[in-house]
T-cell receptor, first 114, second 109 residues
Framework: NAGVTQTPKFQVLKTGQSMTLQCAQD?????MYWYRQDPGMGLRLIYY???????DKGEVPNGYNVSRLNKREFSLRLESAAPSQTSVYFC?????????????FGPGTRLLVL | DAKTTQPNSMESNEEEPVHLPCNHS???????IHWYRQLPSQGPEYVIH???SNVNNRMASLAIAEDRKSSTLILHRATLRDAAVYYC??????????FGPGTRLSVLP
């Protein structure tokens, strides 16, 4: 049982390049989340998917798109990367959208945009 | 969303108890209090959560004030592995978590 996995672990992009961050969970969870964490800050929600086939914006969605490919996978795409998107990105999942259910986090993807 | 306030940092000696405070003065009656922690270079991990009564699990205890405007996470015997950033979150039914900057706990050998 791997839990929540993320790829890649680390990525360097040039301004204007695009990339997709991948996330998968093997716990049969309905809800999945993408957060970003800037140095010294807490996590901020980018997008979430309460169930397969649905996605919604979080606190900081600008510059990102998401796809809930199936129940297991939730990807985050940067269409035209900017230096302000340099951050650590965490994916999380939860059994359902009830906030009192435990969220399980992946190890993170460290992204540097030059 | 309900807001929480925590001290920026705290220190503890190894094998001593640690009390991490959190204020959530705007909490409503149905909001749970959650604690997560983030070890260096890792994603956050669940610690404990509760509503009104004090809660215990293998990792920690959660003491909730009678008026629910504050709570305290208790680590009974701190180890070096407990050095992390601890986040206190009060949920708002149906809404998503809001993570503040948390408390950075240092454990001294």
């Amino acid at each position: 049982n791997a839990g929540v996995t993320q790829t890649p672990k680390f990525q360097v992009l040039k301004t204007g390049q695009s990339m997709t961050l991948q996330c998968a969970q093997d716990m049969n969870h309905n809800s999945m989340y993408w957060y970003r964490q800037d140095p010294g800050m807490g996590l901020r929600l980018i997008y979430y998917s309460a169930s397969e086939g649905t996605t919604d914006k979080g606190e900081v969605p600008n510059g990102y798109n998401v796809s809930r490919l199936n129940k297991r996978e939730f990807s985050l795409r940067l269409e035209s990367a900017a230096p302000s998107q340099t951050s650590v990105y965490f994916c999380a999942s939860r059994e359902d959208s009830e906030v009192r259910e435990t969220q399980y986090f992946g190890p993170g993807t460290r992204l540097l945009v030059l | 969303d309900a807001k929480t306030t925590q001290p920026n940092s705290m220190e503890s000696n190894e094998e001593e108890p640690v009390h991490l405070p959190c204020n959530h003065s705007t909490i409503s009656g149905t909001d749970y209090i959650h604690w997560y922690r983030q070890l260096p270079s890792q994603g956050p991990e669940y610690v404990i959560h509760g509503l009104t009564s004090n809660v215990n699990n293998r990792m920690a205890s959660l003491a909730i004030a009678e008026d629910r405007k504050s709570s305290t996470l208790i680590l009974h015997r701190a180890t070096l592995r407990d050095a992390a950033v601890y986040y206190c979150i009060s949920d708002n039914y149906g809404q998503n978590f809001v993570f503040g900057p948390g408390t950075r706990l240092s454990v001294l050998p």
